[in-house]
């Protein structure tokens, strides 16, 4: 607002154009300049928060309407009650803390490499000529390109991501460092020189000054980036010991399943008592969106298959939200479809090609023990006046249905060693099912592998002997799991999992064979016979794995000359953190 002043003297004269003078009225910035600042101070902070919050809502939204996949977007209102519930499980302060750890010792590496080479470099030209066209140019190198070399060089561990860290920030301070010291006034140097200033005097009073400030914006940019790499890296190669499954999940209580759904898998005592929970548990909990698994197994008619065909038969995968197809393919031919992930499951044993054959499977359930009245097992032809215990099977033959690769060779392992023979001292023959016993009573093969029930077609005569079988109470077979229900959507691979123990605890909890209705249904699913199935005692379905089963299995494909080389330890080949979260249990491994 403007106003004409009068010259003195001449107050009633009106003033001419020329000798006006404007004068501006002070505003509320000059008046009251602290509440206009903290006003304004204020509408930035509002606007900050503003804005994340908008973005926050609308992911809200997104995931409440179904536009995002709640499986790798979950809704941001979930979010703080799964940190809290893997806080107090103990789950998130160990992988915090090892995050750290990466990020921090990488970080210092790449920090003082970097500034000491840029320190170099900016002070010597020679220096800088030899290498500054090599580091330009692996500049420009996408640093996540780097993890196969490093996790060749530093193995599987935490070198990986310590060394991608270290090599990006590396850059960061090297380059800033370098221009920073490129960039000191020669006049500086020159002066440092002419009063005598040695190497350490020069770098404390001339060089350290100058590029402080160049080297902490670099090591500021360099922080934020390191974060991103780390976690980058983690999700391409995490060196975590756990399965890939657990790491980032939430176990919490099951109904119908307490301290009764979980035992030591180091507990390897015969009369142990399966895990179990109530009947009807653990209950679905179907998945949000429909999926179809494919699981082979090698055959549909073996009782060990009976669990999955009445899962199917009674709903209890499409209770899940699963559409599960069995397909019969041999375990050789599986293999490599599950690790393709072609397959999504294998009903098998852990055999020879899955321990040492480098495959990214996981053994995550068992399948039966035994009953301790079975005699499925080694069965030997007994000579005039011999007894069992004094069988010697050193150079004897053996007819077997399966090859030298299977999981038996771990119980022939322990009988071989009670009859003084080892594995590579008997000549072992594959047969066909309806010759392994006519080998036997023929006369043809010294001993045999007779499973249920053609075992029962020589037990009671005294020229045979049981010399023994698979041990009690320890599962050798399963479900093994591929990449796409380990990694890709380890929720079905529970969801399966808790279909599969539900009808286990439901209809397979004790003598299911003393209910006649029951079996009919079994026979009629596994196209046998009924009264062959009640020849044989049942199965005790027990789907947890035994602590120490794979190196024993090792140990005997070794001891056969099936496999060579170092063993393999068992949390590169077994899973039990899917059964254990169905049922409820944090693991204490």
Same mark, same amino acid.
């Given at each position: 607002?403007?106003?004409?002043?009068?010259?003195?003297?001449?107050?009633?004269?009106?003033?001419?154009?020329?000798?006006?003078?404007?004068?501006?009225?002070?505003?509320?910035?000059?008046?009251?300049?602290?509440?206009?600042?903290?006003?304004?101070?204020?509408?930035?902070?509002?606007?900050?928060?503003?804005?994340?919050?908008?973005?926050?809502?609308?992911?809200?939204?997104?995931?409440?309407?179904?536009?995002?996949?709640?499986?790798?977007?979950?809704?941001?209102?979930?979010?703080?009650?799964?940190?809290?519930?893997?806080?107090?499980?103990?789950?998130?302060?160990?992988?915090?803390?090892?995050?750290?750890?990466?990020?921090?010792?990488?970080?210092?590496?790449?920090?003082?490499?970097?500034?000491?080479?840029?320190?170099?470099?900016?002070?010597?030209?020679?220096?800088?000529?030899?290498?500054?066209?090599?580091?330009?140019?692996?500049?420009?190198?996408?640093?996540?390109?780097?993890?196969?070399?490093?996790?060749?060089?530093?193995?599987?561990?935490?070198?990986?991501?310590?060394?991608?860290?270290?090599?990006?920030?590396?850059?960061?301070?090297?380059?800033?460092?370098?221009?920073?010291?490129?960039?000191?006034?020669?006049?500086?140097?020159?002066?440092?020189?002419?009063?005598?200033?040695?190497?350490?005097?020069?770098?404390?009073?001339?060089?350290?000054?100058?590029?402080?400030?160049?080297?902490?914006?670099?090591?500021?940019?360099?922080?934020?980036?390191?974060?991103?790499?780390?976690?980058?890296?983690?999700?391409?190669?995490?060196?975590?010991?756990?399965?890939?499954?657990?790491?980032?999940?939430?176990?919490?209580?099951?109904?119908?399943?307490?301290?009764?759904?979980?035992?030591?898998?180091?507990?390897?005592?015969?009369?142990?008592?399966?895990?179990?929970?109530?009947?009807?548990?653990?209950?679905?909990?179907?998945?949000?969106?429909?999926?179809?698994?494919?699981?082979?197994?090698?055959?549909?008619?073996?009782?060990?298959?009976?669990?999955?065909?009445?899962?199917?038969?009674?709903?209890?995968?499409?209770?899940?939200?699963?559409?599960?197809?069995?397909?019969?393919?041999?375990?050789?031919?599986?293999?490599?479809?599950?690790?393709?992930?072609?397959?999504?499951? %294998?009903?098998?044993? &852990?055999? #020879?090609? =899955?321990?040492?054959?480098?495959?990214? @499977? /996981?053994? !995550?359930?068992?399948? $039966?023990?035994?009953?301790?009245?079975?005699?499925?097992?080694?069965?030997?032809?007994?000579?005039?006046?011999?007894?069992?215990?004094?069988?010697?099977?050193?150079?004897?033959?053996?007819?077997?249905?399966?090859?030298?690769?299977?999981?038996?060779?771990?119980?022939?392992?322990?009988?071989?060693?009670?009859?003084?023979?080892?594995?590579?001292?008997?000549?072992?023959?594959?047969?066909?099912?309806?010759?392994?016993?006519?080998?036997?009573?023929?006369?043809?093969?010294?001993?045999?592998?007779?499973?249920?029930?053609?075992?029962?077609?020589?037990?009671?005569?005294?020229?045979?002997?049981?010399?023994?079988?698979?041990?009690?109470?320890?599962?050798?077979?399963?479900?093994?799991?591929?990449?796409?229900? %380990?990694?890709?959507? &380890?929720? #079905?691979? =529970?969801?399966?999992?808790?279909?599969? @123990? /539900?009808? !286990?605890?439901?209809? $397979?909890?004790?003598?299911?064979?003393?209910?006649?209705?029951?079996?009919?249904?079994?026979?009629?699913?596994?196209?046998?016979?009924?009264?062959?199935?009640?020849?044989?005692?049942?199965?005790?379905?027990?789907?947890?794995?035994?602590?120490?089963?794979?190196?024993?299995?090792?140990?005997?494909?070794?001891?056969?000359?099936?496999?060579?080389?170092?063993?393999?330890?068992?949390?590169?080949?077994?899973?039990?953190?899917?059964?254990?979260?169905?049922?409820?249990?944090?693991?204490?491994?």
């Amino acid at each position: 607002m403007t106003a004409a002043l009068p010259r003195p003297g001449h107050e009633d004269d009106r003033p001419a154009a020329a000798d006006r003078l404007l004068v501006r009225r002070p505003g509320p910035r000059e008046l009251r300049p602290g509440r206009t600042h903290r006003r304004r101070r204020t509408l930035e902070i509002s606007l900050a928060a503003a804005v994340p919050l908008l973005l926050v809502l609308l992911w809200q939204l997104a995931a409440d309407r179904s536009w995002l996949d709640a499986r790798i977007y979950p809704a941001p209102s979930t979010i703080p009650a799964d940190g809290w519930d893997r806080a107090l499980a103990g789950e998130l302060w160990p992988d915090l803390g090892a995050t750290l750890r990466r990020v921090l010792a990488g970080y210092a590496a790449g920090t003082v490499t970097g500034y000491l080479l840029g320190l170099l470099m900016g002070s010597l030209s020679l220096v800088r000529a030899a290498l500054e066209p090599l580091l330009d140019a692996l500049y420009v190198v996408p640093k996540l390109a780097l993890l196969p070399v490093f996790l060749n060089m530093f193995g599987l561990g935490e070198g990986p991501q310590i060394a991608l860290v270290a090599t990006t920030v590396f850059f960061f301070v090297w380059i800033s460092t370098m221009a920073a010291v490129l960039a000191i006034p020669s006049g500086h140097r020159d002066a440092g020189q002419v009063f005598g200033a040695g190497p350490w005097q020069m770098f404390r009073h001339v060089l350290l000054p100058a590029s402080l400030p160049a080297v902490l914006v670099g090591a500021r940019i360099a922080a934020g980036v390191a974060v991103l790499v780390i976690v980058a890296s983690e999700q391409i190669a995490a060196p975590d010991d756990r399965p890939t499954a657990a790491r980032p999940r939430t176990i919490k209580p099951v109904a119908g399943c307490g301290p009764a759904a979980w035992t030591d898998p180091a507990d390897l005592a015969p009369d142990r008592a399966p895990a179990r929970c109530a009947k009807g548990a653990p209950a679905p909990r179907p998945l949000a969106k429909r999926r179809t698994l494919t699981v082979a197994t090698g055959t549909l008619s073996a009782e060990y298959v009976a669990p999955l065909r009445l899962a199917l038969s009674r709903g209890e995968f499409k209770k899940e939200g699963l559409d599960v197809r069995l397909k019969v393919l041999p375990t050789p031919e599986a293999l490599p479809l599950l690790a393709k992930g072609e397959l999504d499951a %294998l009903w098998a044993a &852990p055999e #020879a090609a =899955v321990v040492n054959g480098g495959f990214d @499977l /996981r053994w !995550v359930a068992g399948n $039966f023990s035994p009953a301790p009245k079975s005699r499925s097992g080694l069965w030997v032809r007994l000579k005039n006046g011999e007894r069992a215990s004094s069988v010697s099977l050193e150079g004897t033959k053996l007819g077997t249905m399966i090859g030298k690769g299977s999981v038996i060779m771990y119980p022939m392992a322990r009988t071989f060693a009670g009859h003084g023979a080892r594995l590579d001292s008997i000549a072992f023959q594959q047969l066909g099912s309806a010759d392994v016993l006519t080998a036997l009573t023929g006369g043809g093969m010294d001993s045999a592998w007779l499973i249920d029930p053609v075992w029962r077609r020589v037990d009671g005569d005294g020229k045979y002997a049981f010399l023994g079988g698979q041990p009690h109470g320890e599962p050798l077979g399963g479900a093994l799991y591929g990449p796409t229900l %380990l990694q890709r959507d &380890p929720d #079905a691979g =529970v969801a399966f999992l808790r279909a599969y @123990l /539900r009808t !286990v605890n439901t209809y $397979f909890a004790g003598d299911y064979k003393a209910d006649r209705a029951f079996v009919a249904e079994l026979a009629k699913l596994l196209d046998v016979d009924a009264k062959i199935l009640t020849s044989v005692p049942p199965l005790r379905m027990d789907w947890e794995i035994r602590k120490g089963t794979t190196d024993r299995l090792q140990k005997a494909y070794r001891d056969a000359g099936v496999t060579t080389g170092a063993p393999l330890p068992e949390n590169r080949l077994v899973d039990r953190s899917l059964y254990a979260e169905a049922v409820g249990h944090r693991l204490r491994e």
